[in-house]
């Protein structure tokens, strides 16, 4: 296994199931970069990260959508006037590692912006919100998660998989 790219980042486990079952030709849509969204640059043909902070936009090949945040609360998520009219036509592969912390599982509420028949990953599924996250995701598209164990991040931490 290869050294973490630091604590924030997907942790290595997630790096090794896509490079065992995505396509390398496939399109890659992120939400949230970091550390590791080179790292999936050079694994894929191609990828678009949805990035809030200005901070992390343009540190790797990706190509980046900036939506800040907007809303409050619960409702608290990326900005849809940003975000919609920069959204890809076609993307092979969701991946949800942002945006961070309690503000990610309000996915839920704007879903349905986001194709519905891709594979799904979804990272830090073993916090009890994004867990909840997973399975109103999981129940609205009629799909059964794998969750799957990321030692390499500590005892418990887990990600999510939904397969069409």
């Not at 992120?30 to 678009?48: D, I, P, R, W």
């Not at 961070?100 to 990272?123: C, E």
């Not at 999981?138 to 799957?148: C, D, E, F, S």
């Given at each position: 296994m290869e050294p973490s790219l630091g604590p924030w980042s997907l942790p290595e486990e997630v790096f090794s199931w896509l490079g065992e079952n995505v396509s390398p030709e496939s399109i890659i849509l992120e939400l949230g970069s970091g550390a590791g969204t080179q790292k999936l640059c050079n694994m894929f043909a191609l990828v678009y990260s949805i990035e809030h902070n200005p901070e992390y936009l343009y540190l790797s090949d990706s190509n980046y959508i900036y939506a800040p945040l907007a809303g409050s609360g619960n409702a608290l998520w990326y900005d849809l006037g940003a975000l919609v009219p920069?959204?890809?036509?076609?993307?092979?592969?969701?991946?949800?590692?942002?945006?961070?912390?309690?503000?990610?599982?309000?996915?839920?509420?704007?879903?349905?912006?986001?194709?519905?028949?891709?594979?799904?990953?979804?990272?830090?599924?073993?916090?009890?919100?994004?867990?909840?996250?997973?399975?109103?995701?999981?129940?609205?598209?009629?799909?059964?998660?794998?969750?799957?164990?990321?030692?390499?991040?500590?005892?418990?931490?887990?990600?999510?998989?939904?397969?069409?």
């Amino acid at each position: 296994m290869e050294p973490s790219l630091g604590p924030w980042s997907l942790p290595e486990e997630v790096f090794s199931w896509l490079g065992e079952n995505v396509s390398p030709e496939s399109i890659i849509l992120e939400l949230g970069s970091g550390a590791g969204t080179q790292k999936l640059c050079n694994m894929f043909a191609l990828v678009y990260s949805i990035e809030h902070n200005p901070e992390y936009l343009y540190l790797s090949d990706s190509n980046y959508i900036y939506a800040p945040l907007a809303g409050s609360g619960n409702a608290l998520w990326y900005d849809l006037g940003a975000l919609v009219p920069q959204l890809p036509p076609h993307y092979d592969f969701l991946l949800i590692d942002g945006p961070p912390g309690s503000t990610r599982p309000n996915i839920t509420a704007h879903f349905r912006l986001l194709k519905q028949d891709v594979p799904i990953l979804y990272d830090d599924s073993e916090r009890p919100a994004d867990r909840c996250a997973v399975e109103i995701i999981a129940a609205t598209l009629g799909r059964k998660p794998l969750h799957i164990d990321a030692p390499s991040r500590g005892a418990g931490k887990q990600f999510s998989v939904l397969l069409p």
